[in-house]
């Protein structure tokens, strides 16, 4: 293996991981309560809702132009909205707990909080495949950069691992509510982060023989439409739930600002000609 791909591949090792830093953060701290399990869930649908408008649609339809931009996510949103049709799915507020303990006893309240459970493991299955696509451009920007010189590379890996810590919270939070196993939560979040290496490998060994970039970024605009009815569909109506609308709509703002905040400082440590 090149010693360049050596190189990037260790960088983005470093950012990947760090989403088992975010995991740790979750298996260590005492299980939530629903409501801040809503409030976190206000905050991951945010992470998404940014990195799908202001990072995929955003490069998309700057690279590929503004029709083809919009076509490739909405080709995304209308393909996922025919595959969640065929999704079963448990739509159930958390205040019918105790209801249905009053009404059917304590079965029927055990019966309620398997379904809630099932439908934030769903949620966090989501957040996994949402971020593990976000992370695979994020190791093409570490190969590309690390061509520039380790300093780059190096500055870029770090940025990008503060970056992930949260990403892996996202992730692990929904696990381990859902599954009360600490070891389910960190390993679907470090699956996630995996996916930073994974793209240094396509990008040095297939990109430049086998892909349109132009097919690239209208694939990654198609990764914004799922990811953008993802969150709206499943994600969001599981926040206002359990957090209430307006504290889960204001764990959204936080979400997205701070989304935002770390794609910016992502970008100002990228130089001028590779992007992310």
């Known amino acids: 293996m090149d010693s ?11 950012g990947g991981l760090s989403t088992s830093l975010g995991a740790l953060f979750v298996i260590l701290a005492k299980a939530p309560n629903l409501k801040m399990l809503g ?9 998404m809702l940014s990195i799908s408008f202001f990072d995929l649609a955003h490069n998309a339809i700057n690279s590929i132009g503004f029709l083809k931009g919009n076509l490739w996510f909405f080709g995304g949103v209308i393909f996922f909205a025919i595959i969640a049709n065929f999704i079963p799915e448990p739509s159930l507020a958390p205040t019918a707990d105790s209801k249905s303990k009053k009404k059917y006893g304590d079965e029927g309240g055990k019966d309620v909080m398997k379904k809630h459970r099932r439908q934030v493991l769903f949620s966090g299955i989501i957040t996994a495949v ?17 061509l520039k010189g380790l300093r780059v590379g190096l500055n870029l890996a770090l940025a990008i691992a503060l970056h992930n810590i949260p990403e892996g919270v996202a992730v692990a939070l929904p696990v381990y509510f859902a599954t009360q196993s600490k070891w389910q939560a960190f390993k679907l979040a470090t699956v996630s982060g ?10 040095a060994y297939l990109f430049p023989s086998s892909l349109d970039p132009e097919i690239l970024e209208g694939l990654l605009g198609a990764v914004g439409g799922v990811m953008a009815f993802l969150t ?3 994600m969001l109506p599981l926040a206002f739930d ?19 905040a770390s794609l910016y400082f992502l970008e100002i440590s990228l130089p001028a000609d590779v992007g992310l």
């Open 130 to 146: 949402g971020i593990s696509l976000h992370n695979f451009p994020e190791g093409m920007a570490v190969f590309l950069g690390s």
């Open 194 to 203: 995996l996916a930073e290496p994974l793209g240094v490998i396509i990008v």
């Open 4 to 14: 360049q791909v050596l190189v990037a591949l260790s960088l983005s090792m470093v």
């Open 242 to 260: 359990y957090a209430g609308q307006k504290q889960a709509v204001k764990a959204v703002f936080f979400g997205m600002a701070f989304m935002s």
């Open 232 to 234: 709206l569909h499943e």
């Open 39 to 47: 409030l976190l869930q206000g905050f991951a649908a945010g992470l």
